[in-house]
């Protein structure tokens, strides 16, 4: 096979907490501890693990948002915490982030397809805006005159397809989805997955799938990392570790999502 | 020890809950399932005296027996707390942030049952040991920040059995929990109920945390009450289109994620999204969207068809044809 889309090796976090006293350093909390990773382009690669795991510090590292203390991605090859800001910029069209909420994440006071624009305009893409915006609401199964509309004046699984249209919007090889389906219900959210799916056969996209929910992980995932106070616990195929469940942790998720193995 | 009859909650929008029937026997446990705009929490609120502002109440909420309709704040408050105590989802907003868990849990029982302040101390410490928080004696000095996220939905479940409650509502008491926490909260209640012989209302979307607590279920789409039964069974075999595609919906680990071509299985899905209450059609709740409607479906509300003493659905293609 050729270079994977991406590859984390060995990445380390760690965060100063509050002093404990002023002649001692401050403690480390360590957020993500040597964790490594490949997603492949079209491929599907789960996180699950409860709160505070640290599969958010791994999804933030990994959109660059933040910087290993350790170890390293490669996104086709290149590092992206050693590129200079310029070019960080340049490369950022290619992989892009949906948030959990997606009340939070869209601004009410403009159209969504001002928003829906946004990543575009931070690339410096003026041309074409328009057109790309339309064919991104499309690509989600919205109508392209959605984009003069508010926020508001969508539902919740509606708002998330226009996150998700953000997201694509600048045609990246990589879509990262923090708890994208959590806040939605079920109905809703079968019907985001199925998206999800969609968009990655037609575009090829690879996704870095973040979850607490063994289930869901489960329908829309090819690999699977579940992570534990920051360590990885267990990775391989999706389907061997549902079967057979190495760790009493996962074993645990599983029957909380009301699978009986 | 309550009872719904035919209990509407309107808007001038439209009707939040549409002709409720429920009947819940002390020991009882009953889930409740739908998704936003089902109407749960509106039943929820309603079974406390909490219906907004605004709503006219019609048919009957029996509490012991006593029509509760159209009673005033003031008789609402002798049953809350004492008869019916509700747990709310979201445990840190619940709790007022600035006062000791214990003081918080100890106030129940001061205003409603006049009990002293060492009084109400060791009834406190006593419900801190049964809900399973470790070390309660140094935890009802602490405040909600101090606690975890399941620790607190432990306090507000001791906060809601400070006066013997007969019923506890729990509206998605797990939704905010971690997944494994979850689990052990919702065996908690379970707990709880059979040790008290309370009734508890199980209110959520979580159809696995529903299987795990509960005896019978109603599955409600639009403010109506769409299904009955007892919750395996419903789960097995649901007979109402609406308990079909939401079950369908529900990623399930053990089916196989690829088909034979090795492309990767779609979910099913329920065509379309909830209308608002207004958009709401006026017969059944679910046409338009119901993948084996029929033409009368839309304008006429379908008749609750028993299908067993304990088994019932509201749809027309169940009409005559008893099961």
């Known amino acids: 096979m050729s270079v994977p889309l991406l590859t984390a090796t060995g990445l380390t976090r760690h965060y100063a907490l509050p002093r404990t006293s002023l002649l001692r ?16 382009a079209g491929e599907t690669l789960g996180v699950v693990g409860e709160s505070g795991s640290g599969k958010s510090t791994l999804a933030r590292m990994v959109m660059a948002f933040e910087t290993p203390d350790a170890g390293e991605v490669l996104f086709q090859g290149q590092n992206i915490h050693a590129l200079p800001a310029p070019e960080l910029r340049k490369l950022r069209q290619q992989f892009q982030m949906v948030f959990q909420d997606p009340y939070g994440s869209l601004n009410p006071r403009r159209p969504v397809g ?16 328009n057109r790309r915006v339309k064919e991104a609401l499309e690509q ?4 392209a005159d959605a984009a003069d509309k508010y926020p508001h004046e969508f539902s919740g699984g509606q708002r998330q397809r226009i996150a998700i249209a953000r997201a694509i919007v600048t045609r990246p090889a990589l879509l990262v989805a923090d708890e994208a389906v959590s806040a939605l219900d079920v109905s809703v959210q079968a019907q985001i997955l199925n998206l999800l799916m969609d968009l990655q056969d037609d575009l090829g996209l690879g996704i870095l799938f973040i979850s607490h929910d063994l289930a869901v992980v489960g329908a829309i995932c090819d690999t699977l990392l579940v992570m534990q106070h920051g360590k990885p616990l267990e990775a391989g195929r999706t389907a061997d570790i549902l079967r057979n469940p190495a760790h ?5 998720l599983l029957t909380a999502a009301g699978v009986h193995t | 020890m309550l009872e719904l009859t035919d209990y509407s909650v309107n808007f001038s929008a439209g009707a939040a809950l549409r002709q409720a029937n429920l009947t819940i026997k002390p020991g009882d446990r009953l889930g409740i399932v739908g998704e936003s705009g089902s109407g749960k929490t509106m039943l929820a609120l309603s079974l406390m005296g909490m219906a907004p502002d605004g709503a006219t109440l019609s048919g009957a909420l029996c509490v012991d027996g006593i029509d509760m309709t159209q009673r005033n704040e003031i008789e609402w408050q002798n049953i809350r707390a004492r008869r019916v105590a509700m747990i709310f989802q979201e445990p840190m907003a619940a709790l007022n942030p600035l006062r000791r868990v214990g003081d918080t849990v100890m106030e129940p029982m001061r205003v409603h049952e006049g009990l002293s302040h060492d009084q109400a101390q060791a009834r406190a410490l ?10 309660p004696a140094a935890r009802l000095r602490q405040f909600p920040h101090e606690l975890s996220g399941g620790q607190r939905q432990r306090v507000l479940i001791a906060l809601a059995l400070a006066c013997n409650p007969a019923l ?24 709880l109920s059979q040790e008290r012989q309370m009734a508890l209302v199980f209110i959520t979307h979580d159809i696995a945390a529903v299987a795990r607590a509960t005896q019978d279920i109603v599955v409600m789409y639009g403010g109506d009450m769409v299904e009955y039964g007892p919750t395996a069974e419903v789960l097995k075999t649901p007979h109402h289109p609406y308990t079909k595609g939401l079950l369908d ?21 329920i065509p379309g999204t909830v209308p608002q209450l207004q958009d709401l059609p006026q017969g059944c709740r679910f046409a338009g969207r119901c993948p084996v409607e029929v033409p009368q479906c839309a304008a006429q509300k379908p008749a609750t068809q028993s299908f067993a003493v304990n088994r019932s659905s509201a749809c027309h293609l169940n009409e005559g044809a008893k099961r």
Do not use: C, M
Not at chain 1, 248 to 252: D, G, K, V
Not at chain 2, 249 to 269: M, Q
């Open chain 2, 168 to 191: 506890l509502i729990a509206d998605e008491p797990t939704t905010a929990l971690d997944a494994n926490v979850a689990v052990l909260i919702t065996d908690l209640l379970v707990r």
């Open chain 1, 25 to 40: 350093p401050a403690p480390l909390l360590t957020a993500v501890d040597n964790t490594s990773f490949t997603i492949n």
């Open chain 1, 114 to 129: 001002w928003s829906i624009a946004e990543p575009l305009r931070a690339i410096g893409e003026d041309e074409n805006t």
């Open chain 2, 126 to 135: 006593s419900l801190f040991e049964e809900v399973g928080i470790p070390d």
């Open chain 1, 140 to 143: 989600v199964g919205l109508h």
């Open chain 1, 248 to 252: 009493a942790y996962t074993q645990s």
């Open chain 2, 249 to 269: 919906a529900l990623p399930d680990p053990s089916r196989t994620t690829h088909d034979a071509n090795g492309k990767r299985r779609r979910l099913p899905t």
